[in-house]
């Protein structure tokens, strides 16, 4: 009787981090096939892999000879192709379980996890290991330029990627180098509290092996009980001169670049240039070369590869100018991001910065209502469009008004036009030239900058 031939499946294979597992999968010449919604640029770059994808999510797509379906904590119990697996007893797995399956066969592994973050930093070790020509493989949430892609396959023993803590995801993997760069509240219909956050850091801290290394912002809360009966290398990073990782000689340009001086326990280490603004960019820069140095990586190496980070896709991303007025777009869906961004542009020459955020998911809205609040201080004008329900239901105890009501009650000039149509005229009415529009937001806000570009 022959062995059945492996064919994996994946549930919503045109997710950026689920495609980028079925190309692995395919490299090691695995058959995969699987379903998305529709079609976009992922799905049309896995069928040139000869990837058989079906578009809408039906029982029929569930074949016998599959021998492992992949899903996502996006996809519900009630997916009719989830049913069928279990219905047809095949074995099924989540994402992150393979994911750390999966790196289990890189020694030199790389897990970047935090509130926020991982994809800037994921992305600048990247460019530290291909700088170094070490042949990694990486799988990043966001398209990467110098690869054109959000993943590669590497045949050596690197691997670097991110990792989401939302449904407790991360404690899947068991990383030889561990990255933390934040613990803050966030995914709250999940965590319900910070200190369950703080646990479930914690419990990723103690999956590192002991002669790994745990890397970590020493500006965390209470650092000491996150790092509390950690068995392996622990090195913190930030701006303090304490740290085992910092940066001295800090310099803004005023084309919103950043220049420092990188120490590693009081010995300089590199110069480093950097094409995108903002302090926390700097950390994030020190985390990526902490990770790095731990696989002997050289200074030159790390200096070379985070010259060459210009940025990842909605990340701070410059989408160009019109009439003067230059568009930029982020990521930012949380306040400490948005904070932080809207910091970094006070170091891009403007004169006005007009914010036009798009909240991402009605209970992120609500369970950080009264920090969004405060998280526009460095914005001039803030338009608020309507929530990104992304993966939820309709919640009508929320709204993008209450928020932009919210905003205003700190003094700042905001309000709510929720259209994105209606959005980009009210922004060709009164932007003046010398303006910096930012686009913020994890669900379709770019469309309005990009849209406001081409007329």
């Given at each position: 009787?022959?062995?059945?031939?492996?064919?994996?499946?994946?549930?919503?294979?045109?997710?950026?981090?689920?495609?980028?597992?079925?190309?692995?999968?395919?490299?090691?010449?695995?058959?995969?096939?699987?379903?998305?919604?529709?079609?976009?640029?992922?799905?049309?770059?896995?069928?040139?892999?000869?990837?058989?994808?079906?578009?809408?999510?039906?029982?029929?797509?569930?074949?016998?000879?599959?021998?492992?379906?992949?899903?996502?904590?996006?996809?519900?119990?009630?997916?009719?192709?989830?049913?069928?697996?279990?219905?047809?007893?095949?074995?099924?797995?989540?994402?992150?379980?393979?994911?750390g399956k999966i790196m289990q066969n890189y020694p030199n592994s790389i897990a970047v996890?935090?509130?926020?973050?991982?994809?800037?930093?994921?992305?600048?070790?990247?460019?530290?290991?291909?700088?170094?020509?070490?042949?990694?493989?990486?799988?990043?949430?966001?398209?990467?330029?110098?690869?054109?892609?959000?993943?590669?396959?590497?045949?050596?023993?690197?691997?670097?990627?991110?990792?989401?803590?939302?449904?407790?995801?991360?404690?899947?993997?068991?990383?030889?180098?561990?990255?933390?760069?934040?613990?803050?509240?966030?995914?709250?219909?999940?965590?319900?509290?910070?200190?369950?956050?703080?646990?479930?850091?914690?419990?990723?801290?103690?999956?590192?092996?002991?002669?790994?290394?745990?890397?970590?912002?020493?500006?965390?809360?209470?650092?000491?009980?996150?790092?509390?009966?950690?068995?392996?290398?622990?090195?913190?990073?930030?701006?303090?001169?304490?740290?085992?990782?910092?940066?001295?000689?800090?310099?803004?340009?005023?084309?919103?670049?950043?220049?420092?001086?990188?120490?590693?326990?009081?010995?300089?280490?590199?110069?480093?240039?950097?094409?995108?603004?903002?302090?926390?960019?700097?950390?994030?820069?020190?985390?990526?070369?902490?990770?790095?140095?731990?696989?002997?990586?050289?200074?030159?190496?790390?200096?070379?590869?985070?010259?060459?980070?210009?940025?990842?896709?909605?990340?701070?991303?410059?989408?160009?100018?019109?009439?003067?007025?230059?568009?930029?777009?982020?990521?930012?869906?949380?306040?400490?991001?948005?904070?932080?961004?809207?910091?970094?542009?006070?170091?891009?020459?403007?004169?006005?910065?007009?914010?036009?955020?798009?909240?991402?998911?009605?209970?992120?809205?609500?369970?950080?209502?009264?920090?969004?609040?405060?998280?526009?201080?460095?914005?001039?004008?803030?338009?608020?469009?309507?929530?990104?329900?992304?993966?939820?239901?309709?919640?009508?105890?929320?709204?993008?008004?209450?928020?932009?009501?919210?905003?205003?009650?700190?003094?700042?000039?905001?309000?709510?036009?929720?259209?994105?149509?209606?959005?980009?005229?009210?922004?060709?009415?009164?932007?003046?030239?010398?303006?910096?529009?930012?686009?913020?937001?994890?669900?379709?806000?770019?469309?309005?900058?990009?849209?406001?570009?081409?007329?």
């Amino acid at each position: 009787m022959t062995q059945k031939q492996e064919h994996i499946y994946f549930i919503g294979i045109g997710g950026i981090s689920m495609s980028g597992l079925a190309e692995i999968l395919v490299d090691r010449g695995l058959r995969v096939s699987g379903t998305d919604v529709k079609q976009s640029p992922v799905t049309q770059r896995l069928q040139k892999h000869s990837i058989h994808i079906n578009f809408g999510h039906r029982a029929e797509n569930i074949t016998d000879d599959i021998t492992l379906v992949v899903y996502t904590a996006a996809i519900h119990d009630d997916n009719p192709e989830l049913q069928a697996a279990k219905q047809k007893k095949i074995p099924i797995t989540d994402r992150a379980h393979l994911l750390g399956k999966i790196m289990q066969n890189y020694p030199n592994s790389i897990a970047v996890a935090g509130t926020h973050g991982k994809t800037t930093t994921t992305s600048m070790a990247s460019e530290i290991l291909l700088a170094a020509n070490t042949d990694p493989t990486i799988t990043v949430g966001g398209i990467l330029p110098t690869i054109q892609s959000n993943l590669k396959i590497g045949h050596s023993p690197y691997f670097v990627a991110e990792a989401c803590e939302y449904f407790d995801s991360f404690l899947q993997f068991s990383p030889k180098v561990g990255v933390i760069l934040n613990v803050e509240s966030d995914h709250l219909d999940y965590f319900k509290t910070l200190e369950n956050i703080r646990r479930s850091f914690h419990a990723f801290a103690q999956r590192i092996p002991d002669d790994g290394l745990l890397v970590i912002h020493d500006s965390i809360q209470e650092l000491s009980t996150l790092t509390e009966n950690i068995t392996c290398h622990i090195e913190t990073f930030g701006l303090q001169e304490n740290s085992n990782w910092c940066a001295k000689n800090i310099v803004h340009t005023p084309d919103g670049k950043n220049s420092f001086d990188a120490y590693h326990n009081g010995e300089f280490f590199a110069q480093i240039q950097l094409h995108i603004p903002g302090e926390h960019n700097i950390t994030n820069a020190l985390a990526a070369i902490a990770a790095c140095a731990f696989f002997g990586i050289s200074p030159q190496d790390c200096k070379q590869g985070l010259w060459h980070y210009t940025g990842t896709d909605r990340r701070f991303q410059i989408k160009g100018k019109q009439n003067g007025i230059t568009v930029i777009d982020d990521y930012a869906h949380h306040p400490t991001e948005i904070k932080a961004a809207l910091a970094a542009a006070q170091n891009v020459a403007h004169q006005k910065i007009w914010c036009v955020f798009q909240p991402h998911t009605y209970s992120r809205t609500k369970f950080l209502f009264d920090e969004f609040g405060t998280a526009f201080a460095d914005a001039d004008e803030i338009i608020v469009a309507d929530i990104f329900a992304a993966r939820e239901a309709f919640d009508d105890t929320i709204s993008a008004a209450q928020l932009a009501a919210r905003i205003a009650e700190t003094g700042k000039s905001a309000r709510y036009v929720g259209d994105f149509a209606a959005i980009e005229s009210y922004l060709r009415a009164h932007c003046q030239s010398g303006d910096l529009v930012m686009t913020i937001g994890a669900g379709d806000v770019y469309q309005v900058g990009e849209s406001f570009l081409k007329s």
